[in-house]
């Protein structure tokens, strides 16, 4: 079965406490992102990567780390999480090329900073 | 700067009514326009997109209109049922790859 998937799936932490949400596809899909959904602010892209080492900020980069050494796989990475990075975290993989870049989200990752 | 510009925020019609959902963006150059729906609790699920060499794309209920020009693309959900209540968001892909999503649009469908 095609899909993305994301671990963990809820996740309550302290203020600087180093954390990593890791995200997997199994669909060959060249592109990879990272969204942070926030109530009223909607979808907002955090890190994207075109490929294996290409990675790029999107509009809200401040504060996360990414890493794309394999093509399934892209995590998440908090070196010191603080309260305003509380949300709700979707990791999404689309191909690169052909008529639709459609993404296909994973299931979020609610993350709590306290 | 880099923006997508969803109206309204919140839009509620009578069941079989149409529902008309509408979005800007600033770069010229995006080439790619997405709407995804999110139900309540799940994760956002392409409905129906459009590239900027297309100006209108229909699918059953569903269309998209684009107008380069004017840099706006709309959500056409013609006959709406209960079970098109969800949030929509549009969404434009900028010429570097980025992704750039409105703030969404929370559609009810009365009874």
């Known amino acids: 079965e095609a899909q993305v998937t994301q671990n963990p799936r809820y996740l309550i932490t302290v203020t600087g406490k180093k954390l990593t949400v890791t995200c997997s596809q199994n669909m060959n899909h060249e592109y990879m992102s990272w969204y942070r959904q926030d109530p009223g602010l909607g979808l907002r892209q955090i890190y994207y990567?075109?490929?294996?080492?290409?990675?790029d900020k999107g509009d809200v980069p401040e504060g996360y780390k990414v890493s794309r050494k394999e093509k399934r796989n892209f995590p998440l990475i908090l070196e010191s999480p603080s309260p305003n990075q509380t949300s709700l975290y979707f990791c999404?993989?689309?191909?690169?090329?052909?008529?639709?870049?459609?993404?296909?989200f994973g299931p979020g990752t609610r993350l709590t900073v306290t | 700067g880099e923006n997508v510009e969803q109206h309204p925020s919140t839009l509620s019609v009578q069941e079989g009514d149409s529902a008309v959902i509408k979005c800007t963006y600033s770069d010229s150059a995006s080439n790619y326009f997405p709407w995804y729906k999110q139900e309540l609790g799940k994760r956002p699920q392409l409905i129906i997109d459009?590239?900027?060499?297309?100006g209108e794309k229909k699918d059953q209920r569903i269309a998209v209109t684009l107008n380069k020009t004017a840099k706006h693309f709309s959500l056409h959900i013609t006959e709406t049922q209960p079970e098109d209540s969800a949030v929509y968001f549009c969404?434009?892909?900028?010429?570097?790859?980025?992704?750039?999503f409105g703030k969404g649009t929370r559609l009810h469908i009365l009874p």
């Open positions: 990567s075109m490929n294996v080492e290409v990675t």
């Open positions: 999404a993989s689309s191909a690169k090329s052909g008529n639709s870049y459609e993404q296909y």
């Open positions: 459009i590239r900027s060499n297309v």
């Open positions: 969404a434009a892909r900028w010429r570097d790859d980025k992704i750039i």
